[in-house]
């Protein structure tokens, strides 16, 4: 039933390595199969709700146990290793709070991520600040909360000289640079080309000695940062762009005469195989890669940060759809859903780049059986560029059926798209047990029609009408 055509990933087989199994990926599907037929037995999933988002809880939290073993088994004992989930990648404050229990803190980039963070009580010092745009009111928050900054640009260090002048900030600082170690397979989330937007171009002309000087006449300055990795990028290039940061901390720590960098920011950018069911590359041979390229940054001598996002939630996510009417078109089956572009932005503007695969379940919610026929799988908005699939091969969906798009717990049902005006659908948690199987919990409600008018500029109706007085 899970498997695709068509959506190969090329990163998820780039390094060799297809001998590497996920020991979790056969009760995770278990677990999803239970919870889309519970959503639909339990009335979150009706005629009336016809799109929710749904959470595994017990999966978020292996992978968060299986970040943290990964580094504990390649770093010196007593390495102090913060990992900060990238708040980008789930903006949900239950989620947020979740990973905080499981002693995950949060990297964020902008007043409202922050503000995320704080609302689920992740502590200032399990706080990273990272962004390209920061104001002054946001570099002054952050230091007067203590949390991380990582300093983007030249100007932005300016910034910061002046407001750490006579300033009795707890807040650890650092750079960000980019080693320019080149691209992936996806342009857009591509962070250490030659011309990325973000960090010190280390390999531009002067920018090298420049950052090593900014570091020897600031004793403030002492930790250093690079996010080389995103979904597109070869692990062997990520490595390189670490080892890269690690040989600057190591220039920079020799020629202050004392270890001024003690702590590494890496970043996070762990692909994810939306392919299949598989979660790999693991954190485990990413750790393992990593300390074998880079073994120095593991000796102890160095405080860890690592910042992952979509590798932490990706698996945990399912989108699940009704099916509202099936067709057909040019003798093309199409299934029309309830979740199209305002649940899955990238997968319908960019489908090459970000295929999901879909599971087909009955009006039950019951894995559905029969055999593959090619179609496609619509959305509810108003193009026809609308498809959460293409030519996908399934059991054949029909009227009252249930699409699950799945790998879908980052980046998606989380990051609204408010096209058509069409309503954020309520997200639960779900975990196994109790009397129907399955129990659920709200994470975010769905958003109502009333909500949307609101937001929408109800109470400025007349604005334009009589309220322009020139
Ligand atoms: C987006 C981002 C991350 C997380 O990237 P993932 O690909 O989701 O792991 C980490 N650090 C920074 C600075 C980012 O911008």
């Not at 799988?377 to 030519?391: E, H, I, N, T, Y």
């Not at 980046?411 to 639960?428: C, D, E, I, Q």
């Amino acid at each position: 039933m899970h498997s695709t055509e068509g959506t190969g990933n090329a990163v998820a087989h780039e390094d060799g390595r297809t001998d590497e199994r996920d020991p979790y990926a056969e009760g995770r599907a278990a677990r999803r199969d239970e919870a889309v037929r519970a959503a639909v037995e339990q009335g979150l999933l009706d005629t009336d709700n016809p799109l929710v988002g749904l959470l595994d809880v017990t999966g978020i939290r292996e992978s968060a146990a299986e970040l943290k073993a990964a580094f504990e088994a390649v770093a010196a004992p007593g390495t102090p290793v913060l990992h900060a989930f990238a708040v980008k990648a789930s903006p949900l404050v239950p989620v947020l709070r979740l990973l905080r229990e499981e002693g995950i803190g949060a990297e964020v980039a902008s007043p409202g991520e922050l503000a995320l963070a704080r609302a689920a009580g992740v502590e200032p010092e399990r706080t990273v600040l990272d962004s390209p745009a920061k104001t002054p009111a946001e570099l002054r928050e952050a230091l007067a909360l203590g949390i991380a900054v990582m300093v983007d640009s030249p100007q932005e260090l300016d910034r910061l000289d002046a407001l750490m002048a006579g300033s009795a900030s707890r807040s650890p600082v650092g750079i960000r640079v980019n080693p320019q170690v080149g691209g992936g397979s996806i342009e857009a989330l591509s962070t250490a080309t030659a011309t990325s937007k973000f960090g010190v171009a280390l390999r531009d002309e002067g920018a090298r000695e420049w950052v090593v000087r900014a570091y020897l006449d600031r004793p403030w300055l002492t930790r250093l940062h690079a996010h080389t990795g995103s979904q597109g990028i070869a692990l062997s290039m990520m490595a390189r762009g670490i080892t890269e940061t690690y040989e600057l901390a190591e220039e920079i720590n020799r020629r202050a005469g004392r270890r001024q960098v003690d702590t590494i920011d890496i970043g996070g950018g762990l692909p994810v195989n939306f392919a299949s069911e598989e979660s790999t590359p693991t954190y485990t041979r990413y750790a393992r890669l990593l300390s074998e390229a880079v073994p120095g940054l593991f000796d102890g001598r160095y405080g860890l940060v690592t910042e992952f996002g979509r590798s932490l939630l990706a698996k945990h996510g399912t989108v699940v759809a009704r099916v509202e009417y099936a067709k057909s078109a040019g003798g093309r089956p199409v299934a029309v859903t309830h979740a199209g572009v305002q649940v899955a932005t990238r997968t319908v503007y960019a489908p090459a780049s970000w295929p999901l695969r879909i599971a087909a379940y009955d009006a039950k919610g019951r894995p559905k059986e029969g055999p593959p026929v090619v179609q496609d799988v619509a959305g509810p908005a108003c193009f026809a560029g609308d498809l959460l699939a293409q030519a996908q091969s399934l059991p054949l969906l029909e009227q009252g059926d249930h699409a699950a798009a799945l790998d879908t717990g980052a980046y998606y049902f989380a990051h609204h798209y408010a096209y058509n005006s069409l309503p954020r659908p309520g997200v639960y948690g779900f975990v196994p047990g109790g009397e129907s199987g399955i129990a659920f919990a709200t994470v975010r409600t769905p958003q109502t029609v009333e909500e949307i008018v609101t937001e929408s500029g109800a109470a400025h109706t007349d604005a334009l009408v009589t309220g322009l007085t020139p």
